[in-house]
């Protein structure tokens, strides 16, 4: 209890403004005492420039008082001092403000203690300590407390510097008393408090609608998701069974090709050996009219007549066959003939898909061909063969088989630009927005809600939704090429690619490749190469990776899975220095 008394003696004489031991005490005309520096200070703070107040009951004097020593109070100070008083703490009730805390206004020096209310007449905010004056002094008692805040002066009238505490409906504002007698007289005028309670009233009614409206669009939404559900069951179904129906007729028709191939085959056959027969004929006879005519040539030159004469007569009766057949060569107009045909055949493919798409989008039947106006039967079946033909090659041309070669997957090559909107800011962008280099100077991009904040990484415009394939060049350390949804995070470390279910990443450092989804990592083998190759075929849900030397392509890792939103390319790039660029092929 004697401890208690000690502390409670102590508070008795402990500055309101540094809460220590009064020192050098100096009592002012209301009677509150202050340490002389203390009391000094708060009067020269620029807020308080020509207005002197006693700091706890807000007494004000015209002239700034002259201060005088109170020599007992320095006294009992130092007796306090002697008895070892001053060990115990005079700020058991307060704490120091921590960040983000409303501070007392009162407090001076680097033990500003967290407020704990802030009075709305005075428009200051007190901790425990300075707060006490409100509860001891009948005038300080009808001041209005409230929780501790630091928006204390929007409370306040900007024109009259008076507490807020009316409403405006005329110019629907806050207002104070004075703002009635000038600005806003002769308005319609309520308490802030009876405005508050009959805008409390209409808002329960929003929020109640509000809330009727969103159960509404709950259930809308659920039967639109059943909805969908069942559509995509029957798209499915459907698929299936299109899919098995074209997969027979497509081998039908490779049966047809093939018989084709060994008919046309055959044919090729006899014609070549037949030609190769008469070739050799040819041959022969060349050479027994050459000997024969060296022979000729070499007796135009003998001097001796009789052995002219003798000779003559059998070099010259010697005969050649001339059954030789003629040999007969396919006029240019032939391959003419066929160009116009294989041209036809693709007009009227050109006009069968558009009319098929055609009645796929609009759902509407496919009208029957009318016959030929002149009623020939030949061309009517020579117009229905050209259409089947039509058809077949379609069928084909949609049997696209997975690309083996470079070649192959050049036909799906497409241009990508990278996205300044969605680049970290240690990453700069050039060759067109094509190439892409991590700095340790952060880049002047503006605030977008689409720019990734946390990792290091950037994403392309173009969506991707067919069958696509692009190659990115990368050199140095540490580069991720990756395909993502767009609706990946964007603030946090969950962004990275490959870490969630959003995206599919391939990992390419000097020590090799790994691939990752979902922060499952797989361990990749293949070439080492600084150009990777990315094949997409949205529709089938696989997603190939390539390691690409010269025009070599060798597969490193494929994902097999069902995508449900476009894809973007993105690259994510590790330390500085690190670049990547994507690479014109076309």
Same mark, same amino acid.
């Given at each position: 209890?004697?401890?208690?008394? @000690?502390?409670?003696?102590?508070?008795?004489?402990?500055?309101?403004?540094?809460?220590?031991?009064?020192?050098?005490?100096?009592?002012?005309?209301?009677?509150?005492?202050?340490?002389?520096?203390?009391?000094?200070?708060?009067?020269?703070?620029?807020?308080?420039?020509?207005?002197?107040?006693?700091?706890?009951?807000?007494?004000?004097?015209?002239?700034?008082? /002259?201060?005088?020593?109170?020599?007992?109070?320095?006294?009992?100070?130092?007796?306090? $001092?002697?008895?070892?008083?001053?060990?115990?703490?005079?700020?058991?009730?307060?704490?120091?403000?921590?960040?983000?805390?409303?501070?007392?206004?009162?407090?001076?020096?680097? &033990?500003?203690?967290? #407020?704990? $209310?802030?009075?709305? +007449?005075?428009?200051?905010?007190?901790?425990?300590?300075?707060?006490?004056?409100?509860?001891?002094?009948?005038?300080?008692?009808?001041?209005?407390?409230?929780?501790?805040?630091?928006?204390?002066?929007?409370?306040?009238?900007?024109?009259?510097?008076?507490?807020?505490?009316?409403?405006?409906?005329?110019?629907?504002?806050?207002?104070?008393?004075?703002?009635?007698?000038?600005?806003?007289?002769?308005?319609?005028?309520?308490?802030?408090?009876?405005?508050?309670?009959?805008?409390?009233?209409?808002?329960?009614?929003?929020?109640?609608?509000?809330?009727?409206?969103?159960?509404?669009?709950?259930?809308?939404?659920?039967?639109?998701?059943?909805?969908?559900?069942?559509?995509?069951?029957?798209?499915?179904?459907?698929?299936?069974?299109?899919?098995?129906?074209?997969?027979?007729?497509?081998?039908?028709?490779?049966?047809?090709?093939? *018989?084709?191939?060994?008919?046309?085959? /055959?044919?090729?056959?006899? #014609?070549?050996?037949?030609?190769?027969?008469?070739?050799? &004929?040819?041959?022969?006879?060349?050479?027994?009219?050459?000997?024969?005519? #060296?022979?000729?040539?070499?007796?135009?030159?003998?001097?001796?007549?009789?052995?002219?004469?003798?000779?003559?007569?059998?070099?010259?009766?010697?005969?050649?066959?001339?059954? +030789?057949?003629?040999?007969?060569?396919?006029?240019?107009?032939?391959? !003419?003939? @066929?160009?116009?045909?294989?041209?036809?055949? &693709? =007009? !009227?493919?050109?006009?069968?898909?558009?009319?098929?798409?055609?009645?796929?989008?609009?759902?509407?039947?496919?009208?029957?061909?009318?016959?030929?106006?002149?009623?020939?039967?030949?061309?009517?079946?020579?117009?229905?063969?050209?259409?089947?033909?039509?058809?077949?090659?379609?069928?084909?041309?949609?049997?696209?088989?997975?690309?083996?070669?470079? /070649?192959?997957?050049?036909?799906?090559?497409?241009?990508?630009?990278?996205?300044?909107?969605?680049?970290?800011?240690?990453?700069?962008?050039?060759?067109?927005?094509?190439?892409?280099?991590?700095?340790?100077?952060?880049?002047?991009?503006?605030?977008?809600?689409?720019?990734?904040? $946390?990792?290091?990484?950037?994403?392309?415009?173009?969506?991707?939704?067919?069958?696509?394939?692009?190659?990115?060049?990368?050199?140095?350390?540490?580069? =991720?090429?990756? +395909?993502?949804?767009?609706?990946?995070?964007?603030?946090?470390?969950?962004?990275?690619?490959?870490?969630?279910?959003?995206?599919?990443?391939?990992?390419?450092?000097?020590?090799?490749?790994?691939?990752?989804?979902?922060?499952?990592?797989?361990?990749?083998?293949?070439?080492?190469?600084?150009?990777?190759?990315?094949?997409?075929?949205?529709?089938?849900?696989?997603?190939?990776?390539?390691?690409?030397?010269? *025009?070599?392509?060798?597969?490193?890792?494929?994902?097999?899975?069902?995508?449900?939103?476009?894809?973007?390319?993105?690259?994510?790039?590790?330390?500085?220095? =690190?670049? #990547?660029?994507?690479?014109?092929?076309?």
């Amino acid at each position: 209890m004697a401890q208690q008394g @000690v502390v409670l003696d102590q508070d008795q004489f402990c500055c309101s403004i540094c809460l220590d031991l009064l020192k050098d005490p100096v009592t002012l005309a209301c009677g509150h005492s202050y340490c002389s520096s203390c009391i000094e200070g708060y009067w020269d703070k620029d807020e308080q420039k020509g207005i002197y107040s006693c700091p706890q009951c807000r007494q004000s004097f015209t002239l700034r008082p /002259a201060l005088k020593r109170n020599n007992m109070l320095a006294e009992v100070v130092e007796k306090l $001092k002697e008895t070892g008083g001053a060990q115990a703490a005079p700020s058991e009730l307060t704490s120091p403000a921590g960040p983000g805390e409303v501070t007392c206004d009162l407090c001076t020096g680097p &033990r500003k203690q967290r #407020a704990l $209310k802030s009075c709305l +007449v005075c428009v200051v905010s007190y901790c425990q300590t300075h707060l006490q004056p409100h509860y001891q002094f009948p005038g300080l008692k009808k001041h209005k407390l409230v929780e501790a805040t630091s928006g204390l002066q929007e409370m306040i009238c900007s024109s009259h510097d008076k507490l807020l505490e009316l409403f405006c409906r005329t110019d629907q504002q806050c207002i104070c008393m004075l703002c009635t007698m000038d600005e806003h007289k002769g308005h319609d005028i309520v308490s802030a408090k009876a405005e508050r309670k009959e805008k409390l009233d209409k808002l329960v009614l929003s929020q109640q609608e509000v809330q009727q409206r969103v159960q509404q669009r709950e259930k809308e939404l659920k039967e639109l998701q059943q909805d969908m559900e069942s559509f995509k069951r029957s798209g499915q179904a459907v698929e299936k069974d299109s899919e098995r129906i074209v997969s027979d007729m497509i081998r039908s028709i490779e049966r047809r090709r093939s *018989e084709v191939k060994d008919l046309i085959r /055959a044919q090729q056959g006899a #014609a070549v050996s037949q030609a190769e027969g008469l070739l050799e &004929r040819l041959e022969q006879e060349i050479a027994e009219l050459g000997r024969r005519d #060296a022979e000729l040539e070499k007796l135009s030159h003998t001097e001796d007549n009789i052995h002219f004469l003798k000779n003559y007569q059998s070099l010259s009766s010697t005969s050649v066959s001339s059954d +030789v057949p003629s040999i007969s060569v396919p006029p240019l107009q032939y391959f !003419k003939h @066929v160009t116009e045909v294989v041209s036809e055949l &693709r =007009d !009227k493919l050109e006009e069968l898909i558009q009319r098929a798409c055609s009645n796929i989008s609009t759902t509407a039947p496919t009208p029957v061909p009318d016959p030929a106006p002149d009623g020939n039967i030949v061309t009517t079946k020579r117009s229905t063969l050209v259409v089947f033909l039509a058809l077949v090659i379609y069928l084909i041309l949609q049997h696209n088989p997975e690309p083996k070669t470079r /070649a192959d997957l050049l036909r799906y090559s497409c241009q990508l630009t990278l996205d300044p909107n969605t680049a970290h800011t240690r990453l700069s962008l050039s060759e067109e927005n094509r190439k892409v280099t991590c700095l340790e100077q952060r880049q002047p991009y503006p605030d977008h809600p689409e720019r990734f904040t $946390k990792s290091y990484q950037v994403l392309c415009r173009e969506a991707l939704s067919g069958r696509c394939y692009w190659e990115v060049e990368w050199k140095d350390r540490n580069v =991720d090429i990756a +395909v993502s949804y767009k609706d990946i995070s964007r603030t946090d470390l969950s962004a990275s690619f490959g870490t969630n279910n959003k995206s599919w990443s391939l990992c390419c450092s000097r020590g090799g490749y790994m691939f990752r989804h979902n922060s499952v990592k797989t361990a990749v083998s293949g070439i080492q190469s600084s150009r990777v190759g990315v094949y997409l075929d949205h529709k089938a849900g696989t997603l190939s990776f390539y390691s690409v030397v010269s *025009e070599t392509v060798t597969l490193l890792h494929r994902v097999q899975t069902t995508f449900t939103q476009p894809l973007y390319p993105g690259m994510y790039l590790g330390f500085y220095g =690190d670049s #990547a660029q994507i690479i014109k092929l076309w």
